[in-house]
């Protein structure tokens, strides 16, 4: 299978609550989802779905994100705000892996490849026979009301000037 | 025999427990998901038994008047979507066996990423570690709290 072609820079993105904001110039071409079980504790997710971003090539417009480190090879980045997952990166590597979902465009990052096949979802294997909500709107049509006018997340593009709503300690 | 389900964060600074059956498990690919967890999908489990926090507590981001979610302070890894005074839903991936847990609804698939239709085709990559790779592996370090319950646990790696 020939692999999908990589989408032309410039990218922005950033955290759910805007206080991390980032534009990477080019992705190297290694995007891919990853089901190690670090990976999936990481993201509290399935998955990590992640592209390569030199380390020249990315600015952190604003804020910087905290980090964490899972062992003592590799980082991982996040917003200490929201929470939203930033990055993973591998200690003295060229690039930073950095979460597709988290750019502002993710719809135009088409994937490589797959990784970590021990730790694959059963689910995985059979998403597109589950059962459709329908969209927010459809499904929840109050609640996507109430979404769109009380909406604390960071729009899908850079802003001059943003106040992220704080997060707060229970 | 109740089942129970643990699960926490990363690097274990937050971990809980609740109770079996699960309520609602599903997949959510909305744009608010997609950016709350950097991802681009994601899955929640609800319980009818509310959610114990055995060792400390998430750090909750307002993401719209009604929702809460919740993440790890010091590790970053999401945790929690809570609706008003709906039963907390807890990411899949933070269970300490995920693989139980298999979701049955899918939600605002019009905003699904493209790969999620066939994330199956994908190819299929090896880590491809040498021996002598995997003898480095073996001696590092993981601060990743381990998929069990702890006693004691001293949370690594943070900056």
Known sequence: MTEPQMPEGPFSGGCQCGAIRFHALALRDNPHVC?????????????????????????????????????????????????????????????????????????????????????????????????????????????????????????????????PRPGVLP | MTDYFTGGCQCGAVRYRVAGPVRHASICNCRMCQKALGNLTAPFVSFQAPVEWTRSRPTLF??????????????????????????????????????VVVPTVELARDNRHPVIGHIDELREESQGATDEERDILAILRSYQHPDQDTEAWTPGGGQ
């Not at chain 1, 604003?62 to 993973?88: H, I, V, W």
């Not at chain 1, 996507?144 to 106040?163: F, M």
């Not at chain 2, 590790?75 to 066996?97: A, E, K, W």
Request: glycine share 10%; hydrophobic share 35%; net charge negative.
């Open chain 2, 62 to 99: 307002r993401s719209s008047m009604r929702v809460q979610r919740g993440f790890c302070n010091q590790c970053g890894t999401p945790l929690t979507y809570q609706r008003g005074d709906m039963p907390i839903s807890l990411t899949i991936g933070s269970l300490d066996r995920p693989n």
């Open chain 1, 35 to 163: 089901y190690c079980r670090m990976c999936q504790k990481a993201t509290g997710n399935l998955f990590a779905a992640l592209v390569g971003v030199l380390h020249e090539n990315l600015t952190w417009t604003r804020g910087k994100p905290a980090e964490f480190m899972s062992s003592d090879q590799a980082a991982r980045g996040f917003c200490g705000n929201c929470g939203t997952s930033l990055y993973y990166r591998s200690i003295g590597g060229p690039h930073v892996s950095m979460s597709i979902g988290a750019f502002d465009e993710p719809e135009k990052i088409a994937l490589w490849y797959q990784l970590g096949l021990e730790g694959k979802h059963p689910s995985l294997f059979h998403l597109n026979e589950i059962e459709e909500a329908g969209t927010t709107e459809a499904a929840m049509p109050e609640d996507a009301a109430v979404i769109r006018i009380s909406n604390h997340q960071h729009p899908d593009h850079d802003t001059d000037a943003w106040t």
